[in-house]
């Protein structure tokens, strides 16, 4: 009897990409983050004014407002929480004034409701806000970490020529991995080089994620620039690799409209960036919530794939670009793109650009208004996309 395996085009397609990534799969085999990394942090609202009311408080909001249904779990310190090292252990210590039952009775708290605690250092000898960054400290560092049941420790890059110190990224930052490694404990491992040095040949040995361009402003204009640097790193991104990290979320911090903040969440979402939030949690509106709580654009940040999407169209005249992203299920999420800063305009989806024959029946939903849109073939238009907005569809192919 023979035995003959067919293999619909779809499922050729997804073979293709697992192949690719196969390749090239030399991951931190610590076995966080199968999934791009989900929580909170302080930094894009809080700065450096942060003490632990704002941790606690927020926590507890992340846990009210339902968040944590749809998978946020890091509470994430960023820099100014420490003020210097003890001087007979050379222990980090944080500031007594912000914190003063210490950084382990947080994540005692944190882990007592469910959730999981994040901290911040540097591989430089100081940070950017000149605390005290790790290096020369790297296993003490990560030992006192994870005695205080640490999960997740983002370390950033302070400028070197802003002062007179050199040191190699590639060496500073495996060794801090190897540190954590050391502890026994499971800890994410942030890399935070903002997509210098070709961080993604590198860091996906190394780190769960690693940071892929500048500070995130509260602006349209950057998230813009933080997208187009996803692009050439599509291939180091993916399961068993890492993921590509466009820094923490700016949604509902205020300077952008709601129908920029809902493309920028779906922008993370459909190149598998993690997750952090970076708003006031205790005070959002109803539109904050419903974009950071969009239950089937999560599902494609999330999912199992873990494949980036990748640009299949630009039309640099009228500024439109459409985004594709294989899904676990054998469907396709597809972001048709307004880039255009004044015209509303109607998106044409070639079907054709998903590499699958146009002459196949596609069920179109709208992933946003979670709404099955109808039967498709050939093509979809997409009419009336406001000037910086999107739509997310769903692409499930029928025969
Ligand atoms: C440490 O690294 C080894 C080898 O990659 C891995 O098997 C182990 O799970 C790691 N342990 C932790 C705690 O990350
Ligand atoms: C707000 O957005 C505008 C327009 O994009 C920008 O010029 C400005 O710098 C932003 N302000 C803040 C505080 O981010
Ligand atoms: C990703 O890898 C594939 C297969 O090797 C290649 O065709 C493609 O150009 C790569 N993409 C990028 C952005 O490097
Ligand atoms: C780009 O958009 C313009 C204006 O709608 C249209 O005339 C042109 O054909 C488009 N170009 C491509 C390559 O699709
Ligand atoms: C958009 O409109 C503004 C203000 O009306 C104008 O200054 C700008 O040139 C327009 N941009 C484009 C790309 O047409």
């Known amino acids: 009897m023979s035995c003959e395996v067919w293999l619909s085009p779809v499922q050729q ?7 690719i ?10 076995g966080v983050a199968p999934t791009p990394g989900m929580g909170w942090s302080t930094w894009n609202r809080y700065g450096c004014n942060i003490n632990e009311s704002v941790i606690i408080d927020n926590a507890n909001a ?5 968040l944590v249904n749809y998978g946020y779990e890091y509470i994430n310190i960023d820099d100014c929480w420490a003020v210097g090292r003890n001087e007979s252990t050379n222990e980090l210590i944080a500031d007594p004034v912000a914190f003063p039952n210490g950084i382990k009775y947080i ?3 944190l882990h007592s409701v469910g959730l999981k ?6 591989a430089s000898p100081i940070t950017w806000q000149k605390r005290p960054g790790s290096f020369g400290f790297e296993q003490l560092d990560a030992d006192t970490f994870a005695s205080w049941g640490i999960d997740y420790v983002k370390e950033d890059w302070m400028k070197q020529s802003f002062y007179n110190w050199t040191g190699d990224p590639i060496a500073l930052y495996t060794k801090m991995s190897d540190c954590l490694n050391a502890t026994g404990r499971d800890i994410y491992f942030a890399v935070c080089e903002w997509g210098i040095d070709n961080v ?13 361009a500048p500070d995130i402003k509260d602006e349209w204009t950057r998230i813009m620039e933080i997208l187009d640097l996803q692009l050439p790193l599509t291939n180091a991104s993916g399961v068993g690799s890492g993921w590509n990290d ?3 979320l700016e949604v509902g911090n205020g300077n952008m409209s709601t129908i920029e903040y809902t493309t920028h969440f779906s922008i993370w979402c459909m190149m598998a960036s993690p997750l952090i939030m970076g708003n006031d949690l205790t005070n959002m509106d109803d539109d904050t919530l419903a974009i950071l709580s969009a239950t089937e654009m999560i599902e494609v940040n999330q999912d199992t794939l873990g494949i980036q999407a990748y640009r299949v169209y630009q039309n640099t005249s009228e500024s439109t670009e459409i985004y594709v992203r294989p899904l676990d299920d054998g469907t396709h999420a597809v972001m048709l793109l307004n880039r255009n800063d004044n015209d509303t305009l109607n998106i044409e989806l070639d079907l054709g650009l998903l590499g699958l024959p146009t002459t196949l029946n596609c069920l179109i939903r709208d992933i946003w ?7 498709y073939s050939g093509s979809y238009i997409s009419d009336n996309v406001p000037p910086h907005g999107c739509v997310v569809l769903k692409v499930v192919w029928m025969d």
Request: net charge negative; with cysteine.
């Open 13 to 19: 397609q997804t073979i293709i990409f697992i192949l």
């Open 21 to 30: 990534q196969l390749e090239s799969c030399i991951a931190l085999n610590n």
């Open 62 to 66: 992340m846990i009210k407002s339902g």
């Open 107 to 109: 994540a005692d708290y």
């Open 117 to 122: 605690m994040g901290i911040y250092t540097d």
């Open 200 to 212: 993604q040949t590198w860091a996906p040995a190394i780190a769960n994620s690693w940071r892929t």
């Open 246 to 248: 466009m820094d923490s």
């Open 369 to 375: 208004k979670q709404q099955d849109l109808g039967v």
